[in-house]
């Protein structure tokens, strides 16, 4: 009877050392993601990425496409950020040299980038123009709406609709005037979903409303026709 205590204790500094083979160091960890979305918020970091793996995270994460990128897809990419949506994938597209795109909108969250393309005839190949007066040559601006004032509490209010905007298309229809917008959205019913084509900052944005009462006060405005034909593919 005097040795089974004897015998447990042995068999309990056995089975100590045996759990203590397994040090904490050799269970792996998970590997951080290079693309993390919260919301509005995002993170990349990426530590020499190939493009396409960043691209495809950022959709896969964040539900943000881009389109239209031309780059090698195991170009490698060194870029680390966190910040809003906008802000992020705006220095990345930098770091890419990308200057021409578009941001398209759904309830104020970004949800795509759209790299528009750029001439394809070289400066020096372009034919020389003069200044010469022409009776009918095209007037340098195109009318549009300009936003004033935004009602609080409205669909354009939740929309992140802006004082400054200028709406060019309701529902793929091009508004010149404000009684044409008017017109147009009194057509569309209240659970109708439409696309709303807008100027700011001189980018186009697509924002997603419903029809009826937009919730804005505008005026006809003008802006550089320009800036309109650079984006009248995306428009369309």
């Known amino acids: 009877m005097a040795s089974i205590p004897f015998i447990n204790i042995?068999?309990?500094?056995?089975?100590l050392g045996l759990v203590g083979i397994f040090p904490a160091s050799a269970v792996p960890a998970?590997?951080?993601?290079?693309?993390?979305?919260?919301?509005?918020?995002m993170r990349i970091n990426a530590q020499g990425t190939p493009i396409a793996a960043v691209l495809d995270d950022i959709q896969q994460e964040c539900g943000i496409r881009v389109d239209g990128l031309q780059a090698e897809p195991d170009r490698p990419v060194l870029f680390s950020q966190t910040g809003n949506r906008q802000d992020i994938l705006r220095s990345l597209l930098?770091?890419?040299d990308v200057t021409n795109y578009a941001l398209e909108y759904r309830n104020d969250l970004l949800i795509q980038v759209t790299v528009l393309p750029v001439s394809t005839i070289p400066d020096a190949a372009r034919p020389e123009t003069t200044d010469i007066p022409s009776e009918t040559a095209e007037?340098?601006?195109?009318?549009?709406?300009?936003?004033?004032?935004?009602?609080?509490?409205s669909q354009a209010d939740f929309a992140n609709l802006q004082e400054?905007?200028?709406?060019?298309?309701?529902?793929?229809?091009?508004?010149?005037?404000?009684a044409e917008l008017v017109r147009?959205?009194?057509?569309?019913?209240s659970q109708e979903?439409?696309?709303?084509?807008?100027?700011?900052?001189?980018?186009?944005?697509?924002?997603?409303?419903n029809g009826g009462f937009i919730g804005i006060r505008i005026r006809t405005g003008l802006m550089d026709?320009?800036?309109l034909e650079k984006y009248l593919d995306i428009m369309e």
């Not at 042995?10 to 089975?15: D, E, G, W, Y």
């Not at 998970?30 to 918020?41: K, R, Y």
């Not at 979903?193 to 409303?209: G, H, Q, S, T």
């Open 193 to 209: 979903a439409v696309e709303l084509m807008l100027i700011r900052d001189r980018a186009p944005i697509r924002v997603y409303l």
């Open 10 to 15: 042995r068999l309990l500094v056995i089975t």
């Open 30 to 41: 998970a590997t951080e993601s290079i693309v993390v979305c919260d919301g509005d918020l």
């Open 225 to 227: 026709r320009s800036v």
């Open 164 to 178: 400054g905007d200028l709406i060019l298309y309701y529902d793929g229809q091009r508004v010149t005037r404000p």
């Open 184 to 189: 147009l959205s009194q057509e569309r019913g």
């Open 94 to 96: 930098q770091i890419l």
């Open 139 to 153: 007037k340098p601006f195109a009318d549009g709406l300009r936003i004033v004032d935004v009602i609080e509490g």
